[in-house]
Nanobody, 127 residues
Framework: QVQPVESGGGSVQAGGSLRLSCALA????????MGWFRQAPGKDREAGAL?????????WYADSVKGRFTISQDDAKKPLYLQMNALHSDDAAMYYC???????????????????WGQGTQVTVSS
């Protein structure tokens, strides 16, 4: 059973940084897409950063995080990371690690395409 497990969330002041980690025990699929989604209260879950095939592909970033967030994974067996810099209040949300095991056409931003989800880690940004 694949179960992503996130860690690294917390409270930070505006302008600060956090690094999220996602452990992926049991995940051995190829043609995979890994991603970080986030969901703020009252809003839909949205894709923030995606990476394909164990870190070999070019990452995708939502416009709202581009230039501030970096997704990385050294190889398919290592944790997935999200380095978040210059955080502001709009970044406050529950962050989820997700895996799409059948990403033959590459990554998609559609949340329902992802097969495995972590429980989420909360990020709070104070001004």
């Amino acid at each position: 059973q694949v179960q992503p497990v996130e860690s690294g969330g917390g409270s930070v002041q505006a302008g600060g940084s956090l690094r999220l980690s996602c452990a992926l025990a049991g995940y051995r699929f190829s043609n995979r897409c890994m991603g970080w989604f986030r969901q703020a209260p009252g809003k839909d879950r949205e894709a923030g950063a995606l990476i394909y095939d164990g870190g070999g592909g070019r990452p995708w970033y939502a416009d709202s995080v581009k230039g501030r967030f970096t997704i990385s994974q050294d190889d398919a067996k290592k944790p997935l990371y999200l380095q978040m810099n210059a955080l502001h209040s709009d970044d406050a949300a529950m962050y989820y690690c997700a895996a799409d095991r059948d990403a033959y056409a590459g990554c998609t931003v559609v949340a329902r395409a992802f097969d495995y989800w972590g429980q989420g880690t909360q990020v709070t940004v104070s001004s």
